[in-house]
Nanobody, 128 residues
Framework: VQLQASGGGLVQAGGSLRLSCAAS????????MGWFRQAPGKEREFVAA????????AYPDSVKGRFTISRDNAKNTVYLQMNNLKPEDTAVYYC??????????????????????WGQGTQVTVSS
């Protein structure tokens, strides 16, 4: 399975973007999903996570209240709605997937090393 991220672009501060992350094919596996970002010269940082069923989500304080992660398992797609964007949100955004098994469907993951599958990244640039 491969992940394809899209939806990035150039937006003014205060604007919105919606990123999408689509899996290349349907599988019997179940995945918890996450979004991370990496700005030039900085380490990759956690942005959002969601459980397989979509019932639980997590965000760092830097994006809480502005970003929303969601998923449509029928479409094998995860979304990141980003509102009230700030120049400091400028980065390459990556989606990631971690296969989960029986008993793990309610778990989300916030560390990049917890994910095995990664998309190619999509650039988000927020101008001031």
């Amino acid at each position: 399975v491969q992940l394809q991220a899209s939806g990035g672009g150039l937006v003014q501060a205060g604007g919105s973007l919606r990123l999408s992350c689509a899996a290349s094919r349907r599988t019997r596996s179940t995945y918890a999903m996450g979004w991370f970002r990496q700005a030039p010269g900085k380490e990759r940082e956690f942005v959002a996570a969601i459980t397989w069923g979509g019932g639980n989500t997590a965000y760092p304080d830097s994006v809480k209240g502005r970003f929303t992660i969601s998923r449509d398992n029928a479409k094998n797609t995860v979304y990141l709605q980003m509102n009230n964007l700030k120049p400091e949100d400028t980065a390459v955004y990556y989606c990631a997937a971690r296969e989960v098994y029986y008993g793990e469907s309610s778990y989300y993951y916030t560390k990049d090393y917890e994910y095995a599958l990664w998309g190619q990244g999509t650039q988000v640039t927020v101008s001031s």
